[in-house]
């Protein structure tokens, strides 16, 4: 209904004070273009596979960061406004749209006669410049390629050629090109030795102007990338001389000095600068160089973001030199140079918005008393190959495979992790963890009693047995380092034991190598080093040998002198030792290791190309890869499924194939003999069921495919049982304005049976009461962009689990976690092993090889889109991802497509770039992390976000184009000594955030600082979510995982900060985070038949919304905890175990008294 009403009065009839010159003040280019007397319909763009399946009818006098350009003849101005151009007349009026449908187009400038337009537009897949013809409304592709992005736009005074800022990375700094009108490859005008800062960034080149003079092309420089916290300058005003190549620095101050305008006869230059906070219009006179303030404050700048639509928008001088035509305060203003009085010039844009199919799904929260366990980990087959061992919710099992029942190894204190079998198939060697430490055991396959093989405490990782069976190696790092820092880490040695046990020795440091495994025999240990490769040493540790390099996506920036590509993030040899076993971001692959004297190197950026012949096993991912013992076979894991390929098979069906394809006369290879093949781009076309030359098994349903094997655990899940009333309490219960002044809440075992007034609920017999009489209830806060920063690999109680559930978070959503090990953690959680709020998480994000060459996806096309959706919607189970920069604009519908088709609701990574987010709302996705970093912002961009449904997490304690919000809290107040804190936060990760804001272990990046209040952003920001929310858009609170449990709350009091009503930032805090999850229909507020997941407030957050950290209780799912301690209430009377990496302080019989 709210969404309705925004539409409704967006369309409203607006005044037009200039409607009645607009007639008489149209100028020959304005009659060039086609008047449009009522709002255009959204139509396809060119190479863009999404069309547009709603409309959000749009009705504006006002707009969002407008880049615009006068005419030569001065008499009309083109801009830029939601991804669509427009002409205006000079005086102003009803604007006529010169371009529309689903293309983003922006930075418009007129041509030096007034005949075209030159802008950026993603119309055909990727951001490129292109020209449009005023007259003819024909567009010409000016740039080539769909990986590169553009900006700024500017015509030589001739108007042949047009100079541009391209950059090649989503983040990186951006370099200018000079192109032809007429098309070409172009060339870079100003080329440096090297990168700065750490090698990833060139300095960056951006808005290049022209003045009187052609020679010199005016432009602001970068000195580095962007930076989290910056410091003041970052931009300096340039001049590239076009003759001789040289740089010369025109302005520079504090506040930095940008887009760079210059008048057509030769005497002003404007450009941007900052004020303390607010940023300016200067304006010097060239032939004095006196300088002034021209107009201040305008448009707050982005020189803190990647700058995507530039430092400031577009703006121009007059013809006649005499004033500047800008927009700020969404308005589009004439200053005059000889300072007298602005005046606005009034514009109208009727206009129909296309927006991208409804994304939106509700899921039911799955309460069964049996769950199905979502992973198993660490699978490794038995030496005949007629078992599987694998660990599942933390337990050792073994299963005959692949037909058999798993059966549960043994049952000790803590977790169990990562087997390994013995040459015979007799023992299991594995590690486990427990609060006092780690241990490495053995247990006989069969189940019995363990041998502890080393006798001490410390943390064991990844043992291996030799081929002779005499001794298991396995890496070790110090216990107390794990107990002290909530945290693995630390340095780590490789050691070996003796198989029945005994004394550790030492091998060698670990110096970045891990995985230790045999090759055809006992002589040599084998590990993997993403710095040197696949290399072995002797067991003394020495005689290093480098025997193969193996690497994924190439880097678009390579620093100088360093890796051109991605490293494999693991390279296992086959026991035969003529193979190896790779992983490449998500995928697997199987490649020779040729006997060559140097290190040969292996590039699997593409397998058609590479050096020796290579074969894809994956292509909706796989972790945990491991050979058999034959080496004939290659095993993996993704969720609680389990592959294996069969090698030799596989190559007999490419034989049979071949053969066939010779008959019929087909010369094309064999996907496991790979050329390369055009990829189609038309969505629209059925799927592709011929082979797919260096795809995995899934793109190829002709050629051999994997055994797939579910394997099912069950467990109990956990849920209380028993029923308790809590009485007497304001109720909050976000079912609309309601508030209950004082009322009751009755629970049975997990869910909510009544709400009402006190006394009138029916209250079964033995029912618990809980007199909570003067205080507030309310429903659990959700954090939807919740990092919970977890151990891999080994796993324990999370700290940050606790910390969060303490202060009120009863629903976490990871958005991009970095490991498949939550998926566990997750397991763990409902099965009750691990106290925690509700873990909903998107598993490991969707990124682009461009922009995380390491761990990204190319994205060919929507078939392979629907490939890796499957590893989320299959395998995962997450019903959502994060679209992480995942690639050009084509790409990214690509995905929402594939998202929509399997019911998955995907968010995306703001990027510190506002015309990707613009795109991203229009495209429908259903979230936004991350603040806009374009601020103010208007009724454009408010009303497309309420229209599209898209729920905008802005993450304020880490805002965009600004100083980070919790810097504000860790300088103005005290949060080391604050004791709830201290009690669920390690010393070493408290110490760490709070004693030197200098560089955080939990923040990253330029993550400190001391800034002046009016410095930080988030006050702007959060005015942009109060009006998202007024308009009926969806607004979350999620707290980054800066400082786990009382980040949440400096999260929400600065989302309220904005002016948003007490109640509206406590609804963002519930009701609204659990819709933009999907999870509305059990989460977010207190009603009958909604789970129990309440909070009990010592003072009321209506009052003041400090109050939301005043909690008494909190319920997750029926139990009831202490806040203060966590300590469970009911049903069960249970204190908690003391929380890992909680030291006291040193106590010791020496030192200075």
Request: a neutral charge.
């Amino acid at each position: 209904m709210l969404k309705a009403l925004l539409i409704s009065l967006l369309t409203a009839t607006l005044v037009n004070p200039a409607g009645a010159q607009q007639d008489s003040a149209r100028g020959d280019t304005l009659r060039r273009a086609t008047r449009a007397d009522s709002a255009p319909r959204p139509r396809p763009s060119r190479d863009l596979p999404l069309e547009a399946a709603r409309t959000l009818s749009l009705d504006t006098d006002e707009g969002s960061w407008m880049s615009l350009d006068v005419s030569p003849d001065g008499r009309t101005i083109v801009f830029d406004l939601l991804g669509d151009l427009y002409l205006l007349p000079i005086a102003g009026g009803t604007a006529s749209p010169l371009t529309s449908g689903m293309a983003f187009d922006a930075q418009p400038r007129f041509s030096p006669d007034g005949k075209s337009i030159v802008f950026t537009s993603d119309r055909d897949g990727g951001d490129n410049v292109w020209t449009l013809d005023v007259a003819t409304r024909r567009d010409r592709q000016i740039t080539k390629g769909k990986t590169n992005r553009y900006r700024s736009p500017e015509w030589t005074p001739d108007g042949k050629y047009v100079v541009v800022s391209r950059a090649s990375t989503p983040i990186g700094g951006s370099k200018l090109w000079l192109f032809h009108a007429d098309g070409g490859g172009g060339t870079q005008l100003i080329k440096d030795a090297q990168p700065l800062l750490a090698g990833a960034f060139p300095i960056g080149a951006m808005g290049a102007a022209f003045g009187k003079d052609e020679r010199y092309i005016w432009y602001a420089q970068r000195g580095g990338s962007w930076e989290y916290n910056a410091g003041m300058p970052q931009y300096a005003v340039t001049t590239f001389d076009r003759q001789n190549g040289r740089r010369e620095m025109r302005a520079n101050l504090h506040g930095s000095a940008f887009r760079p305008a210059l008048s057509a006869d030769g005497k002003y230059l404007v450009y941007g600068s900052r004020y303390e906070a607010q940023t300016g219009l200067r304006l010097r006179d060239l032939g004095t160089s006196e300088e002034r303030w021209l107009a201040y404050p305008v448009q707050h700048d982005e020189q803190e973001s990647v700058a995507s639509l530039d430092v400031l928008p577009g703006y121009s001088f007059t013809p006649d030199s005499r004033a500047v035509v800008v927009s700020y305060g969404g308005r589009i203003w004439r200053v005059p140079v000889d300072g007298s009085s602005a005046a606005q010039i009034p514009f109208r844009v009727v206009s129909r918005i296309g927006i991208g199919p409804n994304v939106a799904f509700t899921y039911k929260v799955d309460d069964a008393p049996e769950f199905i366990a979502r992973q198993i980990r660490d699978a490794v087959p038995s030496p005949d190959g007629r078992r599987l061992a694998f660990v599942a919710l933390d337990r050792l099992y073994v299963m005959d495979y692949p037909g058999g029942a798993p059966r549960q190894v043994i049952n000790l204190e803590g977790n169990e992790a990562q087997p390994a079998w013995s040459p015979d198939g007799n023992w299991l060697a594995f590690v486990t963890w427990t609060p006092k430490g780690g241990r490495l055991h053995k247990v006989p396959a069969s189940g019995g009693r363990a041998t502890d093989l080393a006798g001490a405490d410390a943390l064991y990782l990844q043992p291996a047995w030799s081929r002779d069976g005499r001794r298991v190696v396995f890496l070790r790092s110090p216990a107390q380092t794990v107990r002290e820092s909530g945290g693995f880490g630390g340095p780590a040695e490789l050691m070996w034991v003796p198989s029945s046990g005994g004394k550790p020795q030492f091998i060698a440091t670990g110096a970045g190598r891990s995985v230790p495994h045999f090759g055809p025999d006992s002589s040599r240990i084998y590990l993997y080093s993403q710095s040197d490769g696949l290399i072995s040493i002797r067991w003394d540790g020495s005689d290093q040998r480098n025997h193969l390099k193996v690497t994924g996506a190439k880097f678009p920036e390579p620093a100088p002198g360093g890796p051109t590509a991605a490293a494999a993030a693991l390279v296992r040899l086959s026991p035969s030792g003529d193979q190896a076993l790779v992983q490449v971001a998500n995928d697997l692959y199987v490649v020779p290791v040729p006997f060559a004297g140097e290190s040969p190197s292996i590039g699997l950026a593409d397998i058609s190309s590479a050096e020796f012949p290579a074969r894809r096993l994956t292509d909706v991912g796989g972790q945990f890869p491991r050979w058999s013992d034959n080496g004939r076979l290659v095993h993996w894991s993704i969720g609680n499924a389990h592959f294996v390929y069969d090698l030799q098979r596989a190559r007999q069906v490419d034989d049979s194939l071949d053969e066939a394809k010779r008959a019929r006369g087909d010369s094309t290879a064999s996907p496991a003999r790979p050329q390369a093949q055009p990829q189609s781009t038309d969505s629209t076309k059925p799927a592709d069921t011929t082979l797919h030359a260096g795809a995995g098994p899934a793109a190829n349903p002709a050629a051999y495919q994997p055994r797939e094997t579910r394997i099912s655990i069950r467990a109990k899940r956990d849920t209380p049982e028993g029923s308790v009333i809590l009485r007497g309490a304001r109720v909050i219960t976000m079912k609309g304005p309601e508030v209950i002044d004082r009322g009751d809440v009755l629970i049975r075992n997990n869910r909510i049976v009544a709400v009402g007034p006190s006394g009138t609920l029916t209250v079964p017999t033995g029912a618990r009461e809980i007199d909570v009489s003067g205080k507030t209830i309310m429903p659990g806060f959700v954090d939807t962009h919740a990092h919970l920063r977890v151990q891999q690999g080994i796993h324990l109680q999370p700290w940050s689990y606790l910390a969060n559930l303490a202060y009120g978070v009863t629903t976490t959503r990871d958005p991009q976690t970095g490991t498949t090990d939550v998926l566990t953690y997750e397991d763990a959680v409902t099965a009750g092993t691990a106290i925690g709020p509700r873990i909903y998480h998107t598993g490991p994000g969707l990124f682009s090889t461009g922009y995380l060459p390491s761990a990204g996806e190319d994205i060919k096309d929507l078939e392979h889109a629907r490939r890796v959706m499957k590893r989320y919607s299959m395998y995962y189970d997450t019903k959502t991802l994060k679209m992480y920069i995942a690639g050009n604009r084509q790409q990214r519908q690509w995905i929402i497509q594939a998202a929509r088709e399997q019911r998955i609701m995907p968010t995306t990574e703001g990027a510190l770039d506002f015309r990707y987010d613009l795109t991203m709302a229009i495209d429908g996705y259903p979230g936004q992390e991350h603040a806009l970093p374009a601020y103010p912002l208007y009724k454009d961009v408010v009303s497309l976000f309420a229209a599209s449904g898209t729920a905008y997490t802005p993450t304020l304690i880490v805002a965009y184009n600004g100083p980070w919000g919790e810097n504000y809290f860790y300088t103005t107040e005290n949060v080391y000594g604050d004791p709830k804190l201290r009690r669920f936060t390690p010393y070493e990760v408290l110490a760490g955030a709070t004693r030197r804001r200098v560089r955080s272990a939990y923040g990253g990046g330029n993550s400190g600082g001391w800034f002046a209040k009016d410095e930080y952003s988030f006050p702007e920001q959060a005015k942009v979510a109060n009006s998202i929310v007024r308009a009926g858009g969806r607004v979350g609170v999620g707290s980054h995982g800066q400082l786990q449990g009382l980040g949440y709350h400096w999260e929400l009091w600065m989302l309220q900060s904005g002016g948003m009503s007490l109640h509206d930032a406590l609804r963002c805090a519930t009701i609204l985070g659990a819709e933009a999850i999907g999870l509305q229909q059990d989460l977010g507020s207190i009603e009958a038949g909604k789970l129990a997941d309440i909070l009990v407030l010592d003072a009321n957050p209506l009052e003041n919304i400090r109050n939301s950290n005043t909690l008494r209780y909190v319920m997750k799912n029926g139990r009831l905890y202490d806040a203060g301690s966590l300590d469970e209430i009911w049903p069960r009377q249970r204190a908690i175990a003391p929380i890992p990496g909680i030291p006291a302080m040193p106590r010791t019989g020496a030192g200075i008294r």
